[in-house]
């Protein structure tokens, strides 16, 4: 093993060594540096790299997973590093390619509502940049994370309820694969039929296939008329079986998300905010006049059919704003709720029956866990979140959220969802992806071993090689 | 070579009569039976493979599967036949695995909007089996083909431009691979980021990964108002250039579709109808009464503006659907045309903004190419058909056609299109998917070969192994 380990060392110090003749100052071995670039918004320990190139274009990229490819050392993608499940966690060591740099919008097709952006580009950036053109980018996860990270995680978010994740919002990437060889996913067009899907392929494979550097990204026309809501419910079960209605009705809200009351708590102290302290949904509706006021008519009477409150409307977009901030600011919310500010935000998605059952059994096992652990979810899409409030350096409050948690992934397995909604496996749910397909991730480990032989695409990440 | 004839015909037979032992009668050798398993509904002639195995389960597929994956023998999937690019042709022989007795509706969640179903049920069979339910199963690629062929091939036709193809609308799959393993492909939930998207993977690999044998579909809600209408234009490009503004627009049509004037006097023959000869649109529009009012008012406003003519419009279900049956025949009224029957129906797909250009270039070059090629659409997704009467007995009119399907495919790949929108590949596109993704096509082989390394599933399509 240590005679191993001396090879890894040496082989990763060649390889650093003609990185640094390529890119000069922009490859940063600083301890400091790679601590930072080791670690993401959870509270997975940081794992630095050995160190960090910071890249301009698509053709650096290609040549620093060429010279890592020659010399079997990891590369590791980093956008913001705001995932997670640990997935910049450099868990074997290597060169993290920082893509922060590469944030130019290359190409705005308004014609084709469409956009060709550089992986580094944030989504608050990309909004800013369409501000002129009537188009937007919908997608959006809370953090200000980079559109590179979003489509190696398939993020989603509070509007992939009306417009999908980014499954359905990237038409093409350019990828770096694994030997520094370069492809275009697809073309523009917005349907095919021309052999393997690639693009979504790559989408959510949390760079373990290969370095995303530029990706197409399809737009939408700002809507007409947008109008939110805030509607307060007596119980949890009221405000789940609202949206579930509203869900099987068909009605296409833009924006559905339910709040508990220590989530709704936890809001108010830290954003200022003065919502009535109960089960709550957070609502907004997109279209023309005509429609919003349609929905908006049609999902009230839902609500009150469940005992929900009247809805205190915010069709001003300041005001709208601070109220999407607010939900936005929920995990940070979380996060003061205790002294040492440590959490664990975690997520799950079940098929919209089972949501209220998931969410309500949950709930009673987070009171017999004693445990402090806002709910707070994309309930229109079956996903909530559970954010535990645990001290990681007290051994029975960590074994006891350990225990909820796995309870709550096992639970959502068993009523045919998913181990994570949005959050992605990094390497903090390995086991949960495997309790979920079982067979089907050897086939994933094949496809894997197929594009990366030698592992050296953030290793340790989705699959176990 | 001989010698290697041989091995193979020795292995074929050997797999051919462990799977008639498994399976008895529902395993026939007759040539008349292979040669129509061997056969599409393209002008491919029958490649006929050895033998026809019938199935009941996925264990039965597993079984047949794995001894062919033992003997090295191809394995072929067949639903319907009504593929277009040679999908079902077997190529190097081999079994054909008949799905068609795999015909049940297995589990409709009606509160999830989901269903699942063998892939035998065709479109049809799953909408008249939910007709009770208030729920419909959009995709409609006009055909009656299988769900299973279409996922198979990742198809979409007349509602894709409102509801997405089959690659947005297949929530899971039941897949045996090329060694007789059985996967599941992932859960109902709506959403997930738990690994590789291997559903999307699956779909539109056209059984050159694994034998698809259940599927999970989205369903929709039947609309509470549908209308659909008829509009002519001047010419081609003003009917172009009105479905880019409506799409541009944002306007949520259910269906848009282009008929030429060559087309229109074809169906105007075949299904009897009386449409003015001219370049029209066939409309749909689904919603709330007041949202299709409001959507038609305003295509009604563009098409105006685009000297279009007042819409005919048909609300009463009998009268929509013999329009919409007309539509769906326009392949047959074609074919009516030629006394020996002989089409080529082709498909390419571009950004929205190329739309018009592809189409007035190609039918510019029709023109000069003196040939007959009514052109049908599926335009607001920029995707539309060409289908070449062509006698492929008269070498020099087979030799105009290839040039003038050349340069329409080639034209579309210059406007960053693709050079298939619905149809596939099969092995009829195989030099055209090169042409469209250079070296992620290596990428694809990669895939194939880490799935099927004995090249036994639909081997020759999609790539060349």
Redesign the interface.
Known sequence: MKAQAATDTDRYRDAIQRIKQRLGDRLSTASAVCEKYGKDESFHPSLPPDAVATVHTTEEVAEVVAICAQHHTPVIAYGTGTALEGQVGALNGGVCINLAAMNEVLRV?A????VVVQPGVTRKQLNTYLRDTGLFFPIDPGADASLGGMTA????GTN?VRY??M??NVLALTVV?ADG??????????????????T??F???EGT?GVITEITLRL??IPEAMSSAVCSFPTLDDAVNCV?LT????IPVARIELLDDVQLDAINRYSGTDFPVAPTLFLEFHG?T??VR?QAETVQSIAHDHSGGDFSWTTDPEQRNKMWQARHDAAYACKALRPDGQIWATDV?????QLAECISETKRDIDASQLVAPIVGHVG???FHLVLLVDHDDPDELQRAQALHERMVMR??SM??????????GYG?LD??QA?????????R??????DPHNIMNPGK??RV
Chains 1, 2 share one sequence.
């Not at 995680?153 to 989603?156: C, D, G, K, N, V």
């Open positions: 097709n014609e084709d509502l469409d995680t398939r993020a989603s992939a999908g994740t499954r359905e694969l060889r370069v492809i275009r996913t697809s073309k523009r067009a917005r349907k095919s039929a021309a052999g393997y899907d690639l979504r392929l989408v959510g494979s296939l939408y026309g579930i869900i099987q009705m068909g023309s005509a429609s349609e998605c079940v098929p919209i029956s899409d079956g996903n959502a397995l045919d969802g998913t181990c994570t909604g949005e959050h992605g496996i749910k949960f992806l979920e397909h079982g067979e089907a991730v050897n086939v994933m094949s496809i894997k071993l197929a594009l989705i699959v």
